[in-house]
């Protein structure tokens, strides 16, 4: 398997610095400015968010070009047959769960009275996914700050929705993990069985709304954002961490099937790859400075399924499967961009026929 290399992490890691660096400075010469410059700015305002916008799509689509390259040149050392049908079903599924991802999004804005419609917030929540490929995973959070301020919605209680989704998917992929050792027969999982129990009954206490408005009142202290007072009850809380579950497990069965598609293993062992994935992706999603968590997860998730399988195999998959990831959410972006082009020209049309007929 092929992480990523100490000289691969320093180069993203002096670009998100170069990037953010380049962001103060510009900021810092627009507050210092004399007032004819600021006027000058004020007057391309469009075109520089423009110019901004582009920077920003190219800057995705080349870390996304680069993972997916990276992870191409570790499994052209390999040959095997895939199993189409397998694999044509694990993609409609893969496309089912981070749809979900965006209706979760969507309803947990609902319940924080900052939503906005359900085409747009969709659209915007399809297309932040790419933010996680730039180092520092902050590109995907800017996407939805700039199109929730444009519909005049509160960026304290965006900043709010963006860390109880974080904290309902951490939950979620935390209790998964847990709950999957007890159905696992591999003996070195089986003894963390009482931690597990333990832990699981911590993260339910940690739901409780008392205990979430302390954490999240600390998260907006440093975001620097007003305070605000999580208003669900501890039922709406279990409700909207428990979608996560469903909708990860959903996520688990596609995983499974696209295993299969490479290497033919036991859909009994379909909570362990479930949960191994959901505590691979919880590490690889605190290793900040790794886009996407690259090569973290992947690394945690082959020295688990060399238990079922062969290592050169468990290898092989744990990089195929991040390539599968990334060309579903690819797909579901073209999808939504052509969906969204289409309902344009629709609308376009419909004007013009009312025009003609007045």
């Not at 691969?8 to 210092?32: A, H, M, P, T, W």
């Not at 302390?214 to 007072?229: G, S």
């Amino acid at each position: 398997m092929e992480n990523i290399s100490k000289q691969e992490f320093l180069f993203q890691l002096n670009l998100f610095k170069s990037i953010k660096i380049g962001i103060l400075v510009l900021s810092n010469i627009y507050l210092g400015a004399p007032g004819k410059i600021k006027n000058m700015i004020q007057r391309y305002k469009r075109a520089i968010i423009l110019l901004i916008k582009a920077i920003i799509s190219i800057t995705i689509i080349f870390f996304i070009i680069r993972y997916v390259k990276i992870n191409i040149n570790g499994l052209n050392k390999f040959e095997f047959r895939f199993n189409y049908y397998y694999l044509t079903i694990s993609f409609i599924i893969l496309l089912i769960y981070i749809l979900n991802q965006s209706f979760l999004w969507y309803y947990i804005t609902i319940q924080n009275n900052c939503n906005i419609d359900l085409r747009t917030s969709i659209k915007s929540r399809v297309y932040s996914e790419f933010g996680k490929y730039v180092p520092g995973k902050v590109f995907g959070y800017a996407m939805l700050f700039y199109v929730y301020s444009k519909a005049n919605q509160s960026k304290t209680l965006v900043a709010f929705c963006m860390f109880f989704e974080l904290l309902a998917s951490v939950l979620a992929a935390s209790m998964i993990f847990l709950f999957s050792l007890f159905f696992t027969e591999i003996q070195d999982f089986q003894k963390y069985r009482i931690i597990a129990l333990f832990l699981l009954v911590v993260f339910f206490i940690l739901i409780h709304p008392r205990i979430l408005n302390y954490f999240i009142a600390i998260f907006l202290k440093i975001a620097k954002r007003e305070p605000v007072k999580l208003n669900m009850t501890y039922y709406q809380l279990f409700k909207i961490v428990s979608l996560y579950v469903a909708n990860f497990m959903v996520f688990g069965i596609g995983l499974v099937l696209f295993i299969n598609s490479i290497y033919p293993v036991s859909f009994s062992n379909y909570l362990f790859i479930t949960g191994i994935m959901a505590g691979a992706g919880l590490i690889g999603l605190f290793a900040i400075f790794v886009p996407a968590g690259l090569g973290v997860r992947e690394g945690i998730l082959t020295l688990a399924l060399k238990e079922i399988m062969p290592i050169t195999f468990a290898g092989v998959i744990s990089l195929a499967s991040r390539v599968w990831l990334i060309l579903g959410e690819i797909i579901l972006f073209f999808m939504v961009f052509i969906y969204n082009l289409y309902l344009k020209k629709v609308s376009k049309n419909a004007i013009e026929i009312r025009s003609f007929d007045e």
